[in-house]
């Protein structure tokens, strides 16, 4: 107790409250980390499914810091996402807070996220601790925990270096640029996990993040495992938040990636980061949202929805002059196949471009499904060459006609010779379409082109 001693021997000096000022400051200096000294708490007021209530502090919560419950069955985190005169309202990150009424509650301020070089390589819940069996955590500079710092639009680096990701359809139709961010559009069981793993294969990166969020949990092992495998692996990290957990812990999944990803980007590094999905964050989005009592304006969806769409995905991108980059596929799960739901229509505004995978081409066997005529690049023309641009203007017109006269064929009205365009894209769009198969196991393209012309060249031998 040798601060108490300290503090009799300054009393005996004299009253003065200047000096038993700067003792109380001279002991909280003392202490690694201060809030342990001394903790600002209130009670918990009302209690519902997905949110508490807690009255006294008001005056010292701000949005987004965290409180500790101190319950029957211990201690549990939530987050401050309403704040009124006389109460702040926490949703929990436990599914099961066991929360009662006069339960003790206490601030401990914003998340602070501290990433480390180690941490590739490591699978990682939404609140930064391991999940997987690796040793604990290293942490990084306190300096990279604070709130994210987003370059301004003028500080940008400019977009302008393409890269192969080994997906001929991709490369092709809808080629990537460094710093570009990109949506995949599809519904439920079309390949879209399937695809995402094979961008994530891409050699073209320093460190890879994935954020798999409201993904079942029987799958998340058999992504990292098999479909990433090791060596992707040891250049990854996985930030994980399964269905089954809480709205609050999906909800925080993505920006914890994104902190990871802007950590790596500063360093200098080229990154490429993973969403899946950004329809169930949306979701998550909601109902804590809800719980707070936000009116819905489009579909059962808040309005601060679509307020934190563009302020999550705005964060990926080029990095300032110096700094790397953060090239974001983000996958959006339509809704029974629209893609005009108001989260689809959203997110396909604010990315540079937008694959959509079809379901009728999954069914023909075609895989990756993607549809090319509806898929889009907004950057394409930063990594097409001259000679490229045309050709696949002229593959897109070819594709187009052979799928407008489908059923003209089926029903026997072909007849060759009668129009030369459209005999020839009956004779080269099936080979275009088994040139663009391509499967997980499947080595990766070096050039995309050159593996079309080969197919092409193949049909004219024969």
């Known amino acids: 107790m040798r601060q108490d001693h300290a503090l009799v021997r300054l009393s005996e000096r004299g009253p003065s409250p200047v000096n038993k000022l700067a003792l109380l400051e001279h002991i909280w200096k003392r202490f690694e980390e201060p809030s342990e000294l001394i903790r600002h708490g209130g009670r918990i007021s009302e209690v519902s499914s997905t949110h508490y209530k807690v009255g006294g502090l008001s005056e010292l919560a701000r949005l987004g810091d965290l409180v500790e419950h101190r319950g029957r069955k211990g201690g549990s985190l939530g987050e401050v996402v309403h704040i009124a005169r006389g109460e702040v309202v926490v949703a929990p990150f436990e599914r099961n807070a066991d929360a009662g009424i006069g339960d003790a509650v206490f601030r401990r301020g914003p998340l602070a996220i501290v990433p ?58 809808t080629p990537l640029c460094f710093g570009q961010r990109l949506g995949v559009f599809a519904g439920s069981g079309v390949g879209k996990s399937t695809l995402l793993a094979m961008l994530a294969g891409a050699d073209a990166f320093d460190t890879v993040v994935v954020a798999l969020i409201g993904e079942r949990g029987r799958e998340v092992r058999e992504f990292l495992e098999d479909t990433l495998g090791a060596t992707n692996m040891a250049k990854t990290v996985a930030v994980v938040a399964t269905s089954d957990e809480s709205a609050m812990m999906r909800r925080r999944a993505p920006d914890t990636a994104m902190r990871v990803a802007e950590y790596f980007r500063d360093r200098g590094d080229r990154v490429l980061l993973i969403l899946d999905s950004i329809t169930r964050f949306a979701h998550a989005l909601r109902e804590v949202a809800t719980g707070t009592g936000e009116p819905p304006v489009a579909r059962g969806y808040p309005a601060s929805v679509f307020t934190e769409l563009p302020r999550l995905l705005e964060r990926a991108g080029p990095g300032a002059e110096g700094a790397g980059s953060i090239t974001a596929i983000i996958s959006v799960l339509v809704d029974g196949d629209d893609h005009n739901d108001p989260i689809a229509d959203s997110v396909r505004g604010i990315l540079d471009g937008h694959v959509v995978l079809d379901r009728a081409i999954a069914e023909q066997g075609r895989l990756p499904s993607v549809d090319p005529l509806a898929s889009i690049s907004r950057l394409a023309g930063r990594a097409w060459t001259p000679e490229q641009r045309v050709l696949v203007t002229q593959l897109k017109a070819m594709i187009a006609r052979f799928e407008d006269t489908r059923d003209i064929r089926l029903l026997g009205a072909y007849q060759a010779g009668a129009d030369p365009e459209l005999d020839l894209a009956v004779t080269q769009v099936p080979v275009i379409y088994e040139a663009l198969r391509q499967s997980p196991s499947d080595p990766a393209s070096a050039d995309a082109f050159s593996d079309l012309a080969r197919h092409l060249r193949g049909s004219h031998a024969q």
């Open 116 to 173: 480390d070089p180690s941490w590739r390589g490591r699978a990682i819940d939404a609140l930064a601790r391991p999940i997987d069996a690796g040793a604990p955590l290293l942490r990084g500079s306190e300096d990279a925990g604070g709130p994210e710092r987003t370059p301004g639009a003028m500080e940008r680096q400019r977009v302008g270096t393409g890269f192969h990701t080994g997906v001929r359809v991709i490369d092709i139709f």
